[in-house]
């Protein structure tokens, strides 16, 4: 909670000031300028642009992250280079395809790390468990209970903290993967003010 009028104010510009444009049709617009092949393909490919350029695909990502999981998404790109339009959306496609994959199977690998962690504390507890009731260790048992903790932690953190994290990154690439993509050609930029 913020006490100063002036400081209260500033934090509310800040809330509704959007980080993304939105279309009439209710989604949201991440708008590219593009110049060059370069810039919308990456330079190594050598006999197709099937891959998307790594600076073109960090800025729609710094775009699209901060768009509400409600919305959808729709990529304009301005253009005045003579590229394929359907090389353009099959790039962009294949590229957010991979990094949904890569991120689908790091959710899987969370929930089975999860599931041995908590079976690993699980396992401890138990051990801490029997050394009650058979024998007594003082030294023995605090290294047991640290372990059961950690292991235990190390579940929850894992199921609950990231895994949401990487459930969000799923969505918004999977926003990507279907987003519009509308190619605008240009001739000739209008001048930067």
Request: no cysteine; aromatic share 12%.
């Amino acid at each position: 909670m913020i006490f100063r009028k002036n400081l209260r104010k500033a934090d509310r510009e800040i809330l509704q000031d959007k980080d993304y444009i939105e279309g009439s049709d209710d989604r949201a617009i991440i708008s590219i300028k593009a110049e060059e092949d370069e810039q919308i393909f990456s330079t190594y490919n050598y006999d197709s642009n099937e891959k998307l350029n790594a600076e073109l695909d960090e800025f729609i990502w710094d775009k699209a992250r901060f768009v509400p999981i409600s919305k959808d998404i729709k990529i304009k790109l301005y253009t005045n280079t003579k590229t394929d339009e359907q090389e353009v959306v099959d790039a962009i496609k294949n590229n957010y395809k991979k990094e949904y994959i890569e991120t689908r199977n790091e959710l899987k690998r969370n929930t089975i790390f999860s599931l041995i962690m908590l079976l690993l504390g699980l396992a401890f507890m138990s051990l801490l468990l029997l050394m009650h009731v058979y024998f007594y260790n003082v030294y023995l048992e605090i290294v047991v209970e640290i372990a059961t903790w950690v292991f235990i932690w190390e579940a929850v953190d894992s199921f609950f903290l990231r895994r949401s994290e990487l459930k969000r990154k799923r969505i918004t690439l999977l926003k990507l993967y279907t987003a519009e993509m509308e190619i605008v050609k240009l001739k000739k930029f209008p001048e930067e003010k």
